[in-house]
């Protein structure tokens, strides 16, 4: 059964370690990162964009094949089903089809448009009984479309927005979607380090996070973050193993084209990839 992320949030927070979300774009994504997280006893986040939600045929699709997959491979542990960047009008129609979380990504409006909106989400999700998580600020790069500077989050405006009842908060602080580029200047630790001060408890999210140095990782969750987003680096190593696969000519041996022979290494590498975000972020047997 699906959950709202509120629980497992708070604890990670008060307990100085994170949960991972992980990106899903398919079957193969959603049962590697399922069997890798009921493997540690670590608590997941199952994340969709709105694009991947698209992809998947909708997200009545995407609610009915992660709760199938949950019973049928025995799932014990707490997983949270949330929309990643998502739209007003995406965050509602997740509501319908039965997420556990939802992100409204208000963060390209004025603060108040923000605040708003945000405001409005938040007592629908209440009445759901799902966690929300809204942003200030921006994260760098590209994702589906929506493309951000990078901008630090003010920590006035993201007091605003924690005092609305979010249950997390994303906030810029240098973090960018994707690859890292070589002139990187690293995460804002004072810009994280004033948002932690100014929303006491709340747990903090780390966008873009593949790419980012083990040591800014432990550092960041040292200063509040509870919740850090993985899925170009799923993304990368599925490719590579699947290239690899296809390059030694092994999909030619036998029935090496079965898509489920074809898909299975790209499949092992995501479970190797989520282990390790998993046992660098702590989460392991916190379930």
Known sequence: ML????????????EHYAVGQFNINNLEWTKSILLTAEELKSPVILGVSEGAGKYMAGYKTVVGMVNGMMEGLGITVPVALH?????????????????SSIMFDGS???????????????????????????????????????????????????????????TMLAA???NIHGKYPDNWEGLSFDTLAAVNEKVGDMPLVLHGGTGIPEDMIK???????SKINVNTECQLSFADATRKYIEA??????????????????????????????????SVGKA
């Open 108 to 166: 390209h409006y004025p603060i108040e448009e923000n605040i708003e909106k945000t405001k409005e989400l938040v007592k629908i999700a209440n009445d759901h009984g799902m966690s929300i998580e809204a942003e200030v600020g921006s994260i760098g790069g590209e994702e589906d479309g929506v493309i951000g500077r990078g901008e630090c989050a003010d920590p006035d405006e993201c007091k605003a927005i924690a005092d609305l009842g979010v």
């Open 219 to 225: 550092k960041a969750i040292s200063l509040g973050v």
């Open 249 to 282: 000519g092994k999909d030619l041996e036998g029935k090496g084209f079965d898509p489920r022979k074809l898909l299975a290494p790209g499949a092992d590498a995501i479970k190797a990839t989520v282990k390790e975000k998993m046992e660098l972020f702590g």
């Open 3 to 14: 959950v709202s992320a509120k629980e497992m949030l708070e604890k990670a927070k008060a």
């Open 83 to 99: 929309l990643d960047h998502g739209s007003y009008e995406g965050c509602l129609q997740c509501v319908e089809a039965g997420f």
């Open 172 to 174: 810029g602080i240098g």
